[in-house]
């Protein structure tokens, strides 16, 4: 094991070695296999900062927000459902269902790894397989996201993304490396 893994913790004090065996353990619901009948609108919309909002009011629970992320689906219009083997139905999403609210890095260089926890209690490591992109919006300010899983996303909290980059304007070309993956940030990403 990467004594980085071993030793590097998130705020929650957890090493970054038992957060990447955690996520290896996750068992979601397989959403996209579920093809059941369009039922309608769920009166649900997940807010740019990743507030849910049910019928004009905040999800106070979190165990019910994340219970609702774990059969959250994007379709291939890019319009997201809530599907369970007998439901789906819409839910309307401002920009990324989730929100990255904290990253970790353990190594440097090409040996980095960067897990980051969601605003829903997950947790994601950037590689291969969950890409950091960064784009710009039409006011010329970044927007960083994550890919989550099977095409969902998340937005890199400004805070966080203020943290990456101070580590990306270190290197050459500006960008961050996790799971062996190069994440170039500025002009070219």
Known sequence: MNEDLASTRDSAGT????????????????VELWHPTHCGDSDMRIAADGTWWHAGTPIGRPE????????????ADGSY???TPGEKLDIVVDDAPFVAVEATVAGEG??????????????????????LRVETAADGTPRPYLHVRRGLEALVARAV?????EVALAADPPGVWSGGV???FGSAA
């Open 182 to 184: 190069f994440f170039p």
């Open 15 to 30: 090493a970054l070695a038992e957060l990447i065996a955690a996520i290896g353990h996750l068992k979601l619901p397989p």
């Open 64 to 75: 019910l927000v994340r219970l609702f992320s774990t059969i959250l689906r994007r379709e």
């Open 110 to 131: 090409a040996d980095a790894t960067i897990a980051f926890r969601l605003n829903t209690g997950d947790h994601v490591v950037a590689g291969p397989e969950n890409i």
């Open 81 to 83: 459902v809530l599907v």
């Open 161 to 165: 993304f203020y943290q990456l980059a």
